[in-house]
Structures are given as structure tokens and as C-alpha cells.
T-cell receptor
Framework: GAVVSQHPSRVICKSGTSVKIECRSL??????MFWYRQFPKKSLMLMAT?????????EQGVEKDKFLINHASLTLSTLTVTSAHPEDSSFYIC?????????????FGPGTRLTVL | AQSVAQPEDQVNVAEGNPLTVKCTYS??????LFWYVQYPNRGLQFLLK??????LVKGSYGFEAEFNKSQTSFHLKKPSALVSDSALYFC????????????FGRGTSLIVHP
């Protein structure tokens, strides 16, 4: 199957700093990318959906200014957690979908563990 | 609105026994159904999907799922469980008549005992 990479896999930062997470589709063009946050009790929360070249669509309750998403190319999307605080500590997962078909599955990155001290 | 229910938080099964992880859904239009597996500290991996055709779908690692339209279910099954199957399993659905964004279930932890 298609491969999606995420970098970094793990990051520890001080409160107040910004952290950027990259998501790349390595062998296909991702017209749509998704960013999820996974909580300790495992549920996946969709944060935002982005289409290449367009502004991201954020889910209700997700702060746009806090979680900046850029999808500048068909193979790269970035999530920047601005002025991170301990409550932002979580496991962030991106996924990508090629083409516009409703039947296409998503391919997930390996996730990024963010710890804010 | 579309929704997915995974009624079991955890499923325990002995190695070698058959396993079932349940999923029911609600969508507008025809359902497109997916199963994903997540191993600890990893992203999700695609297992299988139902789009149309045979109700029994075969996927990776010996897993299969049965689409049941009347019961709006898409349960994941495997005839003989392995300890290495222990992981978190997510069901997802997208409807042909609704949002193009899939909805995920809350996940089911599968624990296979030796």
C-alpha cells in the first residue's frame, strides 16, 4: 500500500514554544490530508481536513490559530502547534488520501508523540 | 449524519479461537466501510474495505469482514486468532450521500491470550 511518513516521531518541548509536524505521502499524490489527535483512551479526534492549495477545514472546537495547517503540495502537509501548552500533549496522526473518490481508503502516518513540559 | 458504533471496548480471545470485532453504522446513501488496525505507538494500517459486490470481504493478515445491509453491520472476523493480532481496531464509514470525510468508531482493543 501507499506510504505516509511523519516527522518527527517524538518531540518534547517547553511550554510556549511552537512545534511543526510534517506529513508526507511518499509514493502517491494526496489530494486530501487529515490530521487527527488521539487521546490516551484511544479515540481518534479529527482536527482538520485539508485539500492541496486550499485552506484547511477545521472541526468544531479546534482552534485554527492554535493548530496551523498548511497543505502546500500534493505530497506535504504540516501541522504547527503554536504556543504549545501541557494540555496539547498528545499523539498526533496524519493521513492522506489520493484521488477524489469516496471509495479510496486513507493511509496513515506513524504518528507523532508531542510532550509539552 | 453518519455514525459508527463499536460497542465493545475490549475483546478477549484465546489464541487459535475465532475472533469477531463488531461494528454497526448509519449513513446516507450506500455505505463505504473500512477497517484499520493500530499497533502501540503506531499509526493506523488499512485492513480491508467494502465498497460494493460480495458481502464477505477479505483483507490483510487473514482478516475478513461481512457486510450485512439489513443489520447495518460490518463485523471484522478471523477464523483463528494469533497473539500478534493483539492491537486496536477501528471501523470507519463514509456514505455516498453524505460527507466525504469518513467517520471512525471509538476503537476496540483486541487481546489475544496465548
Amino acid at each position: 500500500g501507499a506510504v505516509v511518513s511523519q516527522h518527527p516521531s517524538r518531540v518534547i518541548c517547553k511550554s510556549g514554544t511552537s512545534v511543526k509536524i510534517e506529513c508526507r505521502s511518499l509514493d502517491f499524490q494526496a489530494t486530501t490530508m487529515f490530521w487527527y489527535r488521539q487521546f490516551p483512551k484511544k479515540s481518534l479526534m479529527l482536527m482538520a481536513t485539508s485539500n492541496e492549495g486550499s485552506k484547511a477545514t477545521y472541526e468544531q472546537g479546534v482552534e485554527k490559530d492554535k493548530f496551523l495547517i498548511n497543505h502546500a503540495s500534493l505530497t506535504l502537509s504540516t501541522l504547527t502547534v503554536t504556543s504549545a501548552h501541557p494540555e496539547d500533549s498528545s499523539f498526533y496522526i496524519c493521513s492522506a488520501r489520493g484521488g477524489g473518490g469516496l471509495t479510496n481508503e486513507q493511509f496513515f502516518g506513524p504518528g507523532t508523540r508531542l510532550t509539552v513540559l | 449524519a453518519q455514525s459508527v458504533a463499536q460497542p465493545e471496548d475490549q475483546v478477549n480471545v484465546a489464541e487459535g479461537n475465532p475472533l469477531t470485532v463488531k461494528c454497526t453504522y448509519s449513513v446516507s446513501g450506500n455505505p463505504y466501510l473500512f477497517w484499520y488496525v493500530q499497533y502501540p505507538n503506531r499509526g493506523l494500517q488499512f485492513l480491508l474495505k467494502y465498497i460494493t459486490g460480495d458481502n464477505l470481504v477479505k483483507g490483510s493478515y487473514g482478516f475478513e469482514a461481512e457486510f450485512n445491509k439489513s443489520q447495518t453491520s460490518f463485523h471484522l472476523k478471523k477464523p483463528s486468532a494469533l497473539v500478534s493480532d493483539s492491537a486496536l481496531y477501528f471501523c470507519a464509514v463514509r456514505g455516498s450521500g453524505g460527507s466525504y470525510i469518513p467517520t471512525f468508531g471509538r476503537g476496540t482493543s483486541l487481546i489475544v491470550h496465548p
